[in-house]
Each structure stands twice: as C-alpha cells, then as structure tokens.
C-alpha cells in the first residue's frame, strides 16, 4: 500500500518536473525571443546585434515605406479571402460528403491530400497553372475559346487573389477533415428530428448542425488565421512577391529587411509589428470569449 | 595501453606542436557560393594553383543564394569561427569588414604590380579603412546585351544596335514582326538591373551621380526620368507572363527567336556556351546601347576578403593565396572556366579558351576605365549597400510590372526612396 503510494508521488513529480522544463523552454523560446527581438528593433543593430538605441527610427520608416502598406493590404484580403473562403469550402465538402455517398473514403483523401504538400509544391504547381502562357488560359483557348482570358497571376490588382486561390486549394480540405468530424460527432437522432419536424437540408445544416459545432468552427478559423498570418513560402515559390511588390506579404518584409538587405533591427521592427497585427484580431477575441464564459455562468 | 606507450604518444604529440609552431604550414579555408557547375569548377581551378604552392586547399561552398552564404559568414563571426577567406561583394565588403577583424595585405599587394592594372573604382572597394583586405577575383559586364540572329535576320538587321535610338527602332520593327522584342524574366533584381543599364546608357555620368552617389539633384534630373520613360518602353516589348520567372528560362525562345533581345551580364554567355549556342551564329553579344558616345562599363565583381583568423598556418595561406590571386595565371585559368573577365587588364585575351564576348567586355572595361566611365552595378550590390539597393528596387519592381506608374511618379517615389535611406 505505501509502496504503492510512494511510486504514484514519484510518478507525479517525475510528470511535474518534465512539464516543467517543457514550460521553461516554451517560455524561453517564445517569451524570451520575442523580448530580444523587440528590444533588437528599437536599436540600430544591421549585421550583427547593435545594442545602441534608437528608438521608433525603424518603425516610423517603415509605417512610410510603400512596400510597408502594400504587404498589409495584401494581408487583409489574403487573411479574410483564405480564412473565410477556406472554411466554407470545407463547410460544403464536409456537408457533401456528409450525405452517406459512395466512396466516401476515397474522396475524403482526395481533398485532404493537398495538405499533404508544404506551400512551396503548392505555389509551384499553381505558378504553372495560373500563367496565362502555359496554364488553364493558354488550355482553354486551346479548347477553342479564343478570347478566354484567366490573367490573374500578372495582373498587378488581381495577382494576390491568384495566391488566395493557391492557398485554399491547399488548405480548404484540412477545414473539411475537421468539421466532417464535427458533423459525425453529432447524434443521428437530431438529424431525424428535424426532418420530422419538415426543415430543408440547407436550413438543417445551418441553424442547427454548424451552430452545435461551433467550437470546431471556432478551432478551424483560429488555426486558419495563423496559418494565413505567417504565409511566406506560398508567396516565395508562387510570384515571388510580384508582379513587382503587388503580392509581398509582411512575412515576406521580414526576410528581406532581416537577410537580404541585412538590417536586423528594421526586420525585428517588421516582425515585431506582424506580432501586433496578431495581437489585434486575438486579444478582442479572447475578450470576447471570456464576456461570453461569464454571460452564461450569470444564466446558469 | 601500456605507460611504456602513453610517453611515446605524448612525446610524438609535443614534437608534432614544437614543429608546427617552428614552421607555418600554410593552409586557406575558403567559404563561396560556388559549389557547382563552371563556378564550381573554377573555384576548384583556384584551388589546384594554390596547393601547388604548397598550401592546403579547404574550400566549404554554401550552395544557393548569396545571403545563404553570408549567414553562413554570421555564424562563424558570432561563433568566433571565422574562415581565412570569404566571398563577398562591393559595399559589403566594408559592412563586414566592420564586424570581424581583417588581414591588412597592403604589403603583399605592394610587391606586385597589381595596383597599376585594375580599376582604380574596383580597387576602392577592396581597401574601405584604405588598406587592402581583399582583393577580386573577376569581373562581369553587367551592360551586356545579347540579340537573337534569327530575331535580327527576320527585320533584315545585321548588328547590334548602339544607341537607344537604334535599339527602339529595331525593336519596333520586331514587334510588326510577331517577335517579342526583350527577353525579361520579371524578378526584382532583374528589374533594377534593366533601370540601371537604360541609364547607365542615357547618361553613364548621371548614373555616376544619381544612383552610385545618391545626388538628390541627380535623381530630380532629366536624366533620370529619360531614362524611366525609356524603362516604360521596354516594358511595353516585354511579355508580361514572364513575371516572377528567372531570366534563364526565355534563352532557349530567344535563340529560337521567339524573343529578340536580352540584356543581362556575361555570365548568361556561360550558360549559352553550355547551351552548345555559337555566338556568331545563333546570337550576337556586345555592349547594351550608349548614348554617351564615350565607353562605358556596369561591372559587377565578385571577391574574396581575408579575416584575421590569429591563425600563422592560415595567415601564410593567406598570403600565398593573395599572390596567386593577383597573378596572371590565376586570371586566366579562373575566367577562361566561368565566362568572367579578367581583374587585371593587362592579361592577353587571344586564347582560344575565351569567347569574342569575353574579348569585348574585357576591351571594354579598358576603355572605360581610360574614358572614367566604370560604372557599378544597382541591381548586383555593387553600387550601394544592401539596405540602400532594396528601397530603390521595390519602387523600380513595382514600376516594371504596374503600367499605371508614370515615369514622373516613379521618379518621385525613387527620391522619396532615397531620402529614407541616405
């Protein structure tokens, strides 16, 4: 019996003092570099760190700088684009599939497959299929149509919709995965209960299977969103940031201030602003959850 | 291991350090970029002249770009690991120079006649405190402007256009004729470069001023803006599909003559010559169009800087290798095997190892330099600093790609471009 006991508390401190130190690392990492790279962007550090201090130099800079505000226009409508277009394609897949069709599995896999890919194959595969010279433009006029016109990829205005395009081919069948599951977690009786009761598949779907899978909703948008925020090789490997700068995202900034033109503070400066810009969508919304949390604890 | 046998090995040890602290055993590690293909094989080439020197040759290419290689390079400055030489470039030269501690080889420099044959603009890059600390290994001509024969035997042309003039004619011509009249990929850098040779061959003396100087005034210049309208033109002849694509993939159409006309350095002769592409016969070479009427040169130069590694093994590699570098056989070997040109101008360019391409930037460069028209490269970090060179290249990328930019607001925004950085 005691021999028993004292195994259990050395099982417990073992297990305390593991997650410990992964807690330790994770703060180190996380908290710790995040630190030194917003004290690196207030200093004039190029090459190497420069411990000289210089206030908002590097952020007043950029806020001026063009490319600045074209990566953070492009980041608006990527991140709504492939979060919002994202999850509702994989909201309908998922419903499709969810229709005890034939070849279920197989079909799960097919649209799940892309995730299999890291962004670069993706952006890769997607610069051959949008160019107008040898992809879909250049095939359908083959087929005929010769005035087909698919331009987007070169087109300075529309170019950065091209690599939403990319993007949720990559991504929409992981948000299917997710809430397919979310669909089938749910009890079968609810389903014949509103067929009794005469709601149209659409109606069914919306007002009560997605609302009682919220959460997974919730988890699907949040993961999206940080996918969408740190982006780069998608745009690397698919324009390479152009035509021009009309596809540079902030990810895209910070390599190039940090490595290619080699001023470490003014690339910290631009990470420390793409934190912030995360910081702005996640802090309301914790908000808002927690307002929610004490709303029905007030109801209960 | 019996005692009899840890005194042997120990005494064998402390004889192996009495001896190499007695002689220097001259050795040179090496870092570059250049780990494949002709590059690599020059390098290599390098090699095999120093090790018959005596020193021994360890050379650690860090494939892929070059700030690939030079994170490598911060690495082992922070690491305190520094290799006696690395490659690197123009204004970076003096950048890292002020990191890490470097070898002054002004003596070494001073026994040969190596001063007296280069470039006196190149030579200033290599001593930024005024001491020599590294030195070039070659030369590439950046205004170098290739024409497709079948391109040019359609619109009944026969040589290379001199002038802007000339070359908006043919290529006007070209155009009536189906062909695409420039061979542009579309990558930053790309793009920067094609701004810098329209201006560098509007005014080589503007160019001087408004991009290698940073001059405001320059910059607010007629020039400048004659020569972003003439960037607008050939934008108009370039295929805009070609967006974000490597200038590599159009030769295989420009030979075919799909395409009539590519402005690129002289390493893109390498890649034709790899190509079995005969100059001659499948395509001319020579300088891209000068308005100036006086010789002018874009160079681009690579280089290798020697870090004070506290090392005597390595500083009399060092040394030996700086010697080898500076000589005419070095030269020869080196640029014969990666298409460059030569650093010494003096070196004699009949063999037949070189291509008449070769031949002409190398009397080029010489002209120029009597003519004080050697001009350094936007596009290849040659005449600014990193930081300097991207705020310019994002305004001229965007400008390349978006016809809705005039060439009055692109000037605007280079000098709103450069006041952020100057």
């Given amino acids: 019996m005691n021999a028993a006991r004292r195994t259990r508390d050395v099982l417990e401190g073992l297990s305390r003092l593991f997650a410990a130190l992964v807690l330790a690392t994770a703060v180190c990492y996380v908290v710790g570099f995040t630190a030194w790279t917003t004290w690196i962007s207030f200093t004039d550090s190029a090459l190497l760190p420069d411990y000289t201090f210089v206030g908002f130099k590097h952020y007043e800079r950029l806020l001026g700088s063009r490319v600045f505000l074209v990566a953070y226009g492009n980041l608006a409508i990527y991140g709504v684009g492939f979060i919002v277009g994202a999850a509702a394609t994989g909201l309908l897949l998922a419903i499709l599939i969810d229709q ?24 890769t595969v997607w610069a051959w299929l949008l160019n107008p010279d040898i992809g879909i433009e250049n095939f359908v006029r083959g087929l005929g149509w010769d005035n087909f016109r698919f331009d987007w990829l070169i087109d300075s205005d529309l170019a950065i919709y091209a690599v939403v395009i990319a993007a949720l081919w990559q991504a929409s069948g992981f948000a299917m995965a997710l809430l397919l599951a979310g669909l089938r977690s749910l009890d079968a009786d609810i389903y014949k209960a509103a067929q009794i009761d005469g709601a149209s598949p659409a109606r069914m779907y919306l007002r009560i299977m997605v609302p009682a899978i919220w959460p997974i ?9 940080q996918i969408a925020i740190k982006t780069y090789d998608l745009v690397r490997a698919l324009t390479a940031g152009g035509p021009g700068i009309a596809t540079t995202l902030p990810t895209n900034v910070v390599y190039d201030y940090m490595f290619q033109r080699g001023e470490m503070g003014a690339g910290s400066a631009a990470a420390v602003m793409l934190l912030l810009s995360l910081l702005l969508v996640m802090v309301p919304y914790a908000l808002f959850q927690r307002l929610q949390k004490r709303r029905q604890q007030r109801h209960d | 291991m019996t005692r009899h046998h840890r005194r042997a090995l120990l005494l064998a040890c402390s004889l192996g350090l009495a001896h190499t602290s007695l002689h220097a055993e001259p050795r040179l590690t090496v870092i570059s970029q250049w780990s494949a293909g ?8 390098f090699g ?3 090790k018959k020197e005596g020193v021994t040759w360890q050379h650690s290419p ?21 290799p006696a030489a690395a490659q690197l470039k123009g204004p970076d030269i003096k950048a890292w120079s002020a990191i890490a501690p470097t070898v002054n080889m002004n003596d070494v420099v001073a026994a040969s006649d190596f001063p007296q044959n280069v470039s006196p603009d190149l030579a200033k890059l290599h001593k930024p405190q005024g001491n020599w600390i ?5 030369i590439y001509r950046v205004n170098t402007l290739y024409a497709s024969k079948k391109a040019l035997d359609r619109i009944g042309a026969t040589a290379l256009p001199r002038t802007w003039d000339e070359f908006n004619s043919m290529a006007g011509k070209m155009a009536e004729a189906g062909i695409t009249p420039v061979a542009h990929g579309g990558i930053a850098w790309g793009d920067t470069m094609y701004f810098e040779l329209v201006l560098a061959g509007i005014s080589p003396n503007a160019y001087q001023r408004a991009i290698m100087q ?6 607010r210049g007629p020039e400048v803006l004659a020569g972003l309208r003439q960037l607008r033109q050939l934008t108009q002849w370039m295929n805009p599909s070609n967006a974000g694509q490597h200038w590599s993939v159009f030769l295989p159409a420009l030979m075919r003559g799909e395409y009539g006309f590519l402005m690129m350095g002289g390493w893109a002769s390498g890649v034709l010559k790899r190509g079995k592409f005969q100059e001659g016969k499948d395509f001319l070479c020579g300088p891209t169009p000068n308005d100036s009427q006086r010789p002018a040169f874009d160079m681009n130069a690579d280089s290798l800087v020697f870090w004070d590694t506290r090392n005597p093994d390595l500083l009399a590699g060092q040394k030996i290798a700086a010697k080898v570098v500076m000589g005419k056989e070095f030269a020869r070997t080196f640029t014969q095997i990666n298409g460059s040109v030569p650093v010494r101008t003096d070196v004699d360019l009949a063999d037949a190892g070189y291509q008449d391409c070769q031949r002409d930037a190398a009397r080029n460069l010489k002209e120029a330099i009597a003519a004080n028209q050697v001009l350094m490269s936007l596009g290849h970090n040659m005449a600014q600093p990193s930081g300097v060179t991207g705020e310019l290249r994002d305004v001229l990328t965007e400008f390349v790609h978006n016809k809705r930019i005039t060439a009055e607001q692109a000037q605007q925004r280079l000098v709103k471009a450069a006041d952020a950085v100057r």
């Fill in chain 1, 100 to 123: 005890k069709i034939r070849a279920e599995n197989a079909l799960r896999t097919i649209y799940l497959y892309p995730m299999a890919l890291s962004f670069v194959v993706t952006g």
């Fill in chain 2, 214 to 219: 940073l001059d405001d005034q320059a910059l």
């Fill in chain 1, 217 to 225: 909703v919730v988890s699907v948008l949040v993961i999206l969103l």
């Fill in chain 2, 48 to 50: 095999n002249l120093v």
């Fill in chain 2, 38 to 45: 002709a590059e690599g094989a020059a390098m290599d080439a």
């Fill in chain 2, 134 to 138: 590294a030195l070039p290994l070659h």
């Fill in chain 2, 62 to 82: 860090v494939s892929g770009f070059t700030t690939d290689m030079m994170n490598k390079l911060r690495a082992d400055i922070i690491a305190g690991h520094l």
